[in-house]
């Protein structure tokens, strides 16, 4: 078992849900992004996601678009997010997990990426646009090194192809929770708590719920159900707002402590 699968059993064990908060790496250097990585691992959170940044970025909203493109600017590549997980490894033992587009990763060789994201301390890799029955090759390389590959599901997926998202997934499988683009939402979408407990029918693999999760009470309304909630759009704009520096950081670990907060009652079904 992987330091995700850990992390998540621990969790199950206490009766808490995982927090999952998303930031793009480089936003708005990388010096930032690996102070913010380290606050946000205190704060409470329970896995990170480091966004790479891409020029498109089509499942994303203006919100963690307009992250990337500063990202890029600065001039951060797949290569230095790479750099960056090395850096953090030793110092935090939060499971940490790539998510991004297909390009930059072919670009550098699928396995050649696997291999380097296992020699820097990558725990799993989500890649939005590519699923599993076009990416074998990935995620068998992944698969070889011990890398999770985390596959995504939505409202739109088919039973029969939930239970093979499911079945092939590690770590934990990630659930949308609506059609269209990430962005924070002052309600989450309709259906999702019937999605998940469908899938955690069928199998014992942890999900995780995000797209439009932006308030603490948002947080625990999905504990009710999921195994763990993901927040990136609504935690970049709370960065955002407070400006740069130590008042940004503060924003961010403010805003993640308040929402693992949520996560830790137990929940009642």
């Given at each position: ?83 960056l997980v090395k850096a953090l490894r030793p110092q935090i033992d939060v499971p940490l ?105 069928t199998s014992d693999i942890p999900v995780c719920v995000g797209f439009g999760v932006s ?55």
């Amino acid at each position: 078992m992987g330091r995700i699968g850990e992390r998540f059993a621990a969790l199950r064990a206490r009766g808490e849900r995982a927090l999952v908060p998303f930031v793009t790496a480089g936003d708005p250097d990388l010096v930032t992004t690996q102070s913010l990585v380290l606050a946000l691992a205190q704060a409470g959170a329970d896995l990170i996601e480091i966004g790479i940044p891409f020029s498109d970025p089509l499942a994303e909203g203006p919100t963690i678009q307009r992250a990337s493109e500063r990202a890029l600017r600065s001039g951060v590549s797949l290569r230095r997010v790479l750099e960056l997980v090395k850096a953090l490894r030793p110092q935090i033992d939060v499971p940490l997990v790539l998510m991004g587009y297909t390009n930059p990763i072919l670009a550098m060789g699928e396995r050649a990426f696997a291999e380097a994201a296992r020699e820097v301390g990558v725990d799993g890799v989500i890649v939005v646009d590519l699923p599993p029955d076009e990416g074998e090759n990935l995620y068998a390389a992944l698969a070889g090194v011990g890398v999770d590959a985390i596959l995504l599901a939505a409202p739109t997926t088919t039973p029969s192809r939930l239970a093979m998202l499911a079945q092939r997934t590690r770590g934990f499988l990630y659930y949308v929770s609506l059609t269209g683009v990430t962005g924070a939402r002052s309600e989450l979408a309709r259906g999702v708590e019937q999605a998940v407990r469908g899938i955690r029918a069928t199998s014992d693999i942890p999900v995780c719920v995000g797209f439009g999760v932006s308030t603490a009470e948002h947080a625990r309304d999905i504990g009710r159900f999921a195994d763990g909630v993901v927040v990136g759009s609504a935690l970049i704009d709370a960065i955002q707002r407070a400006g740069s520096g130590p008042a940004a950081i503060d924003a961010a670990t403010s805003f993640v402590a308040e929402l693992k907060a949520a996560l830790r009652a137990r929940p009642s079904a």
